[in-house]
């Protein structure tokens, strides 16, 4: 089994509609991200959570908004989607400070909003 | 702004040949610096990390060079196989800050 599981896998969707995307993982990680990837562009960090009580925004997080609702648990929710939000979504742990530690990742959600 | 910049979107070697994939990056603060590989369908598994206080850290067949003065990484890999076929990401960060990602470098190894 994956350390780090996102569903759906896939999802299309039409604009104006809320969608969540779920993570969990079996790692025991404190530290959770949610990227998204976009050609040319990388990956970009939208939310990150140290631990249960903790939610920071990242570089780009406008349109987003997370949820950490157990250690093992951290979903992404888009509460009105657009088409630009169309994208490779990700989520990732880590275990330690998160600047001097490898992060795991999810297979990915891809995101299509019509 | 792009603060970690990979400005070869792809690389084509010769199986047995040395990839060699760079990645710059603007920030001075970052002390620690990875390489990601990405298989198709699949999300991005860590490869191998430097810290600022070192400038060469070699794992098997792969070694990162970091050229802290010139702001400069790079991913060495001898002899690159079929199986390297992937997308590279380099990444950094500043202490416990977030970490930033390039755009990534899509290496072909032909048999």
């Known amino acids: 089994d994956a350390d780090v599981t996102q569903t759906p896998r896939n999802r299309i969707t039409k604009t104006g509609k809320r969608i969540m995307l779920e993570c969990s993982q079996t790692?025991?990680?404190?530290?959770m991200y949610w990227y998204r990837q976009d050609p040319g562009l990388g990956l970009r960090l939208i939310y990150y959570?140290?631990?249960?009580?903790?939610?920071n925004k990242g570089e780009i997080s406008d349109g987003y908004s997370v949820s950490r609702q157990a250690q093992a648990k951290f979903s992404l929710s888009l509460e009105s989607a657009i088409p630009n939000q169309t994208a490779l979504y990700f989520c990732?742990?880590?275990?330690?400070?998160?600047?001097?530690?490898?992060?795991?990742f999810g297979d990915g959600t891809r995101l299509s909003i019509l | 702004d792009q603060q970690v910049k990979q400005n070869s979107p792809s690389l084509s070697v010769q199986e047995g040949r040395i990839s060699i994939l760079n990645c710059d990056y603007t920030?001075?603060?970052?002390?620690?610096f990875l390489w990601y590989k990405k298989y198709p369908a699949e999300g991005p598994t860590f490869l191998i990390s430097?810290?600022?206080?070192?400038d060469k850290n070699e794992d098997g067949r792969f070694t990162v060079f970091l050229n802290k003065s010139a702001k400069h990484l790079s991913l060495h890999i001898v002899p690159s196989q079929p199986g390297d076929s992937a997308v590279y990401f380099c990444?950094?960060?500043?202490?416990?800050?977030?970490?930033?990602f390039g755009a990534g470098t899509r290496l072909t190894v032909k048999p």
């Open positions: 990732a742990t880590s275990g330690g400070q998160g600047g001097n530690q490898p992060q795991h």
């Open positions: 790692k025991g990680h404190d530290r």
């Open positions: 959570s140290f631990d249960v009580k903790d939610i």
């Open positions: 920030n001075s603060m970052f002390d620690y």
């Open positions: 430097i810290s600022s206080i070192k």
């Open positions: 990444a950094a960060s500043e202490g416990d800050n977030d970490m930033r």
